[in-house]
């Protein structure tokens, strides 16, 4: 472990042991076992792997850097391929602002197109984005917008842009918790010899959103 022997281990014990362990029925557990009320069976693995029932736990704590060395590398980009290619996203077409639709990121073709227009000018955003659209339509007819809206906007534009250049690739890295549009022009530029590369690179972004969040809330 990393972390061995470090201040990070040490809090961490304490906050298990001081703040989140129930001693009480953790000691009803352990007399259980000593008393053969509870059966233990230890499984042998050839290789160093998650069980299939601590999967869905791992797959939601590993954004806040949780667990990080419980699980080898190659399992780890699996999961958050699985997670990242299953993800609903939203599209909106900014040219005319006549689709808005819903789709699964690993479904998306290549290049992203709008099926009315044909325009590949596509934002990506979050499922709950219902104003993206409207605010598109009052852009085209030139009607007034908030500062809020206009702010909106321009994020829009910025995801479009990556769509245009990048593609279902582009799609696949904002799928990511708390990655916007200006973190997604960071991980696209940075070379990355493999798809596990890729996928990693998309993972510490997520991380850094979720250290950070506290502040932006």
């Known amino acids: 472990m990393i972390f ?12 298990v042991f001081v703040e989140k362990l129930d001693l009480e029925h953790a000691k009803d557990f352990v007399r259980r076992i000593r008393e053969n009320v509870i059966s233990l069976e230890i499984v042998d693995e050839t290789e160093p792997t998650c069980s299939p029932f601590a999967l869905p736990i791992v ?30 996203v939203r599209l909106v077409c900014l040219y005319k602002g006549d689709w808005d639709g819903i789709r699964v990121v690993g479904e998306l073709p290549e290049t992203v197109k ?17 104003g993206l659209a409207k605010i598109v339509k009052r852009r085209i007819r ?10 909106a906007y321009k994020r829009a534009w910025l995801s479009a842009s990556l769509m245009q250049t990048s593609g279902k690739k582009a799609a696949i890295v ?15 530029r940075r070379l990355h010899r493999t798809e596990d590369d890729f996928y990693i690179d998309i993972l510490k972004a997520e991380r850094e959103y979720a250290r950070t969040r506290l502040f932006w809330d």
């Open 59 to 88: 797959d939601k704590i590993i954004p806040h850097d949780l667990l990080r060395a419980a699980i080898p590398s190659k399992s780890l980009t699996q999961i958050i391929k699985e997670r990242l290619l299953t993800t609903r």
């Open 142 to 151: 030139h009607q007034k917008v908030s500062n809020e809206e206009e702010q």
């Open 114 to 130: 709008c099926p009315n227009c044909r325009s590949t000018l596509i934002a990506a955003t979050y499922l709950g984005d219902d």
């Open 4 to 15: 061995k022997e470090s201040p990070i281990e040490s809090e961490t014990k304490r906050e």
């Open 174 to 188: 904002m799928s990511g918790r708390g990655v916007g549009p200006s973190t997604a022009v960071r991980v696209l």
